[in-house]
């Protein structure tokens, strides 16, 4: 009897243990970054042609953002960097739109989260050319490289160093 005495009461204890634990673990997800679910959907504009863009959507995809991928002609994605104000030396193989933010070429989901909960005052993000080791051109030998803040008066600036 008194065996089975301690293990109702060691067993209330672990119900208390777990729940607590869980409760810890909510807390954590809501002082963290967005859950997954709760991310905006990212649109993207791309060649059909271009790999590295899809492995970049895919980027996102994993990292829990709802991706709208188009496929457009070389000329429609100029037209659109141009006004989305994406000057030639930003510009990049693809270009997204977040939250009202422009988001071009191979910039990291951390970075995208970074901007989401910071919320500067700026037109977007962009990681120039197509830097070795960013997401979508992974490879040996990687490469520094510097995503880059701008706004729509020109001016520029390093947001993050990877």
């Known amino acids: 009897m008194k065996a089975t005495r301690r293990w109702a009461i060691w067993g209330t204890g672990a119900v208390i243990a777990v729940?607590?634990?869980?409760?810890?673990?909510?807390?954590l997800q809501q002082k963290g970054e967005p859950q997954k679910r709760e991310r905006?959907?990212?649109?993207?504009f791309k060649t059909a042609a271009c790999g590295c863009c899809r492995?970049?959507?895919?980027?996102?995809?994993?990292?829990g953002f709802k991706v709208a991928a188009e496929d457009v002609t070389p000329a429609v994605l100029d037209e659109t960097k141009r006004k989305l104000g994406v000057v030639p030396k930003l510009a990049a193989c693809h270009t997204a739109v977040v939250s009202g933010y422009v988001v071009e070429?191979?910039?990291?989901?951390?970075?995208?989260?970074?901007?989401?909960?910071e919320r500067p005052r700026i037109a977007g993000l962009a990681a120039p050319g197509m830097p070795?080791?960013?997401?979508?051109?992974?490879?040996?030998?990687?490469q520094p490289y510097?995503?880059?803040?701008?706004?729509?008066?020109?001016?520029?600036?390093?947001?993050s160093r990877h």
Do not use: C, Y
Request: net charge neutral; no cysteine; proline share 8%.
């Open 19 to 27: 729940a607590s634990a869980a409760a810890g673990a909510a807390t």
């Open 40 to 44: 905006p959907e990212i649109r993207v």
């Open 55 to 63: 492995a970049w959507v895919d980027h996102l995809q994993r990292q």
């Open 105 to 117: 070429g191979h910039v990291p989901a951390v970075d995208i989260l970074r901007l989401l909960k």
């Open 132 to 142: 070795i080791g960013s997401p979508g051109m992974e490879g040996p030998n990687p």
């Open 146 to 159: 510097n995503v880059l803040a701008f706004d729509s008066a020109g001016r520029l600036s390093v947001f």
